[in-house]
């Protein structure tokens, strides 16, 4: 079953936006500039990895190309 509410109304993966935000954050409040060099490759792996599980679940998961075309945006609404 797909769901749908919450903030999967707006977005397909919240979760992944979540994790995004925490590895960004994070050196920030260490104050590691070196740090967000980790943290760039994490976020763009979970870009990727976003792209290739939401293919998947269009192939393997009822109601999921449904839910896709309703819900246009996998990570930030308006862009992507």
Known sequence: MVSSG?????IRHPGYV???????V???ILGS???L???????????IR???EDQ???DKLEGYKEYADKV?????PGVW
């Open 33 to 35: 500039i070196w740090a």
């Open 56 to 58: 998947t679940l269009k």
């Open 6 to 10: 919450g903030p999967y109304r707006y």
């Open 26 to 28: 994070t050196p920030i």
């Open 72 to 76: 246009k945006y996998r990570l930030i």
């Open 37 to 47: 060099i980790p943290a760039g490759t994490i976020i763009l792996l979970l870009i």
């Open 18 to 24: 979540g994790m995004m935000i925490y590895y960004l």
């Open 50 to 52: 976003t792209s290739l």
